[in-house]
């Protein structure tokens, strides 16, 4: 049976069977294929079967959709294709693989679409080009490669955990960054990122605006059990409570105070 596999820096995150039903991908909660991240269409893409194939279909969405780094309106898909949507990747196989999943994907059946609620309004989509989206990902890569030695679960889940659809959840608890000291793109974040990169880079979802900071300083995982801040190298230093983060990592909590590359911010939650 044909699927799709939805990745997110080489990591299965979901897994969706074709099974003749039309499959919507965006990021309002009743798609079948739900992807939470602002450079994403509300409504941004489907695949349906057509004959005796399988289709590919952008739905205007404000930043596209791109197969084999190719921008698409419609295309046949082939075993092997990849599309970009947003920041992720999405690969169609319409044959058996051994191994791809080792436990760590949500494996949904396309025509199982369940109730449908109405959609909320979203925020603007935001806008990013192709060539962007790929450098936020090795950024992205880059950051977390020091976390990822000392334990840090970049895609927030385990793998032998499966993660639960965010469509299925009304409300959820996310990370805040309020910063207090210190010039950043904004004074209040929410991160509801799996990563969020604190560094000058434009890609970065924490912007530093000061000169001579580290185009990536930190980053921030959104795992399982917490958010953990780690540094991107052995140049960076962070201090949570004023105490310098050793050990590569830092699980936070309510109230926590960082310090990392010339700011200060306070840590919380909030409820979405």
């Not at 084999?68 to 295309?75: H, L, M, Y």
């Not at 092997?80 to 196989?93: P, Q, R, S, Y």
């Not at 059990?225 to 004023?242: L, T």
Request: glycine share 10%; aromatic share 6%.
């Amino acid at each position: 049976m044909a699927k799709l596999l939805l990745t997110f820096d080489d990591q299965v995150l979901q897994e969706v069977s074709l099974s003749g039903g039309i499959i919507t991908i965006g990021r309002q909660p009743d798609n079948i294929l739900r992807i939470d991240n602002p450079a994403v269409s509300g409504y941004h893409a489907k695949v349906y079967a057509e004959g005796d194939h399988y289709v590919l279909e952008d739905a205007e969405s404000f930043n596209g959709t791109y197969v084999n780094n190719q921008r698409i309106s419609k295309v046949v898909l082939h075993d092997g294709d990849k599309a970009l949507i947003g920041k992720h990747t999405l690969e169609f196989c319409d044959q058996a693989r051994q191994g791809v999943m080792h436990g760590s994907a949500c494996t949904v059946d396309g025509q199982a679409q369940g109730a449908k609620i109405k959609p909320p309004k979203l925020d603007r989509t935001a806008f990013l080009d192709t060539a962007k989206g790929r450098e936020l990902i090795a950024l992205a890569v880059a950051a977390s490669s020091s976390a990822g030695s000392a334990g840090v679960q970049t895609n927030g889940v385990g793998q032998s955990q499966v993660p639960v659809p965010a469509a299925h959840v009304a409300h959820q608890t996310v990370g805040t960054l309020t910063i207090v000291e210190g010039r950043t793109d904004q004074n209040y974040y929410v991160l509801t990122s799996r990563l969020t990169v604190i560094g000058r880079s434009e890609m970065a979802g924490i912007r530093l605006k000061r000169w001579f900071t580290p185009r990536v300083a930190a980053s921030i995982c959104r795992a399982e059990d917490g958010y953990y801040i780690a540094a991107s190298g052995d140049k960076v230093k962070i201090r949570v409570n004023d105490t310098v983060v050793e050990g590569g990592k830092k699980q936070l909590e309510a109230g926590y105070v960082i310090e990392v590359a010339g700011i200060k911010a306070v840590f919380g939650f909030c409820e979405t």
